[in-house]
């Protein structure tokens, strides 16, 4: 690994990225782009942060970069932050996946996008860009990776156009069926890009969906509850269909449904893949959901609940961590990053 300059109580470590020269300073080294780096190279700084951010030019066009607390700005002591767009930043996901960007040490909001609210900023969001009412706003050059978080009637649009533009995407809206999936991996490989779509960001989540599958493979009888805040339109949530997914591939035996009777349609739910899904919408709740299993003469519960949607930004953040770097076109599952 190609090292710049080490500073006391400072961990330097090197990752992808474009490269970078401090407008009047250095940066790393001496004399340009960090001595003893090749072009492509970033270097994070570790450490306590400050989270104070510096203008810098890459290839030609401005980029922010953030310091750490022993506060110099003398282009030694930058690390260069992912540079991330939020579309759909006035949704309740949207911004809170705003705040969680200003506030991480490696990461920079240089676009926002929602057909609400131009012009201005999320709660909590108090400098820097402004929302832009479309897609064709953003100078999508300027962005490492963007971020989904709209509805099932324009997430399909909006991540081929961002694919197209030539960058990575994180989608956390739902809606998006097997067909939608392939479409947008033939996409993202025509433009050398990555989709990472996750139908639930919270880690509690992934691992209630895990130990669902693992109980399919004792208790095959299995019923899906999920339960959402008023504002959620789509309905099974993603996070039930895969759930029930799981559940199909881990089953040894296909247990038979009670399917309820003629006079009552859709009293015993939705059916996906032979699992029996019941969906509730009330005010007051956020994201929670229950998958009951049955055998002989015993029943095991599993519950995940999000009572904050705080939980879900670490997942959210790691993905966009680690969405330029995955193998395939697409990847789908936040357990394949844990």
């Known amino acids: 690994m190609a090292k710049g ?21 250095v940066r790393g080294g001496q004399g340009g782009p960090a ?20 203008v810098v030019e890459v290839a030609g ?22 540079r991330v767009a939020v579309i759909g930043a006035n949704g309740r996901m949207g911004a809170e996946v705003c705040r969680a960007v200003v506030a991480a040490d ?30 064709e706003e953003v100078d999508w050059a300027g962005v490492d990776v963007a971020v989904e978080f709209t509805g099932p009637a324009t997430v399909r649009d909006n991540v081929a156009q961002v694919l197209a533009a030539g960058v990575d995407v994180v989608v956390g809206a739902t809606g998006m069926d097997d067909a939608d999936l392939a479409s947008l991996s033939a996409t993202a490989a025509q433009a050398a890009r990555h989709v990472f779509v996750a139908p639930n960001f919270a880690i509690g989540a992934v691992l209630m969906m895990q130990f669902a599958a693992a109980a399919a493979r004792h208790l095959p009888s299995i019923e899906v509850i999920e339960l959402h805040h008023d504002g959620k339109v789509d309905a099974p949530s993603g996070t039930a269909l ?20 003629d006079a009552h349609p859709g009293a015993r739910g939705y059916s996906h893949r032979g699992v029996p899904i019941h969906s509730v919408r009330l005010s007051g709740l956020v994201a929670h959901q229950e998958v009951i299993a049955g055998g002989a003469g015993e029943t095991l519960t599993i519950r995940h609940d999000s009572i904050d949607r705080l939980s879900f ?23 394949h990053l844990l």
């Open 61 to 82: 066009s401005e980029r922010v970069v953030m310091g750490d607390r022993f506060g110099a700005v003398d282009g030694t002591r930058t690390v260069v932050s992912t």
């Open 313 to 335: 930004m670490p997942g959210v953040l790691l993905a966009i961590r680690s969405v330029g770097s995955q193998a395939s076109p697409i990847v789908v599952g936040l357990e």
């Open 106 to 135: 490696d990461m920079a909001l240089v676009a926002m996008v929602d057909n609400h609210g131009a012009g201005t900023r999320p709660q909590g969001v108090e400098d820097g860009p402004v929302v832009r009412e479309s897609i």
């Open 35 to 54: 001595a003893g780096c090749a072009r492509g190279v970033r270097y994070f700084v570790g450490g306590a942060h400050t989270g104070w951010r510096e």
């Open 242 to 261: 895969r759930t029930a997914d799981l559940v199909a591939e881990a089953r040894r035996d296909d247990p038979t449904v009670v399917a309820g009777d």
């Open 5 to 25: 300059v080490r500073l006391p109580g400072v961990r330097v470590a090197c990752g992808i990225s474009s490269a970078v020269r401090t407008v009047g300073g």
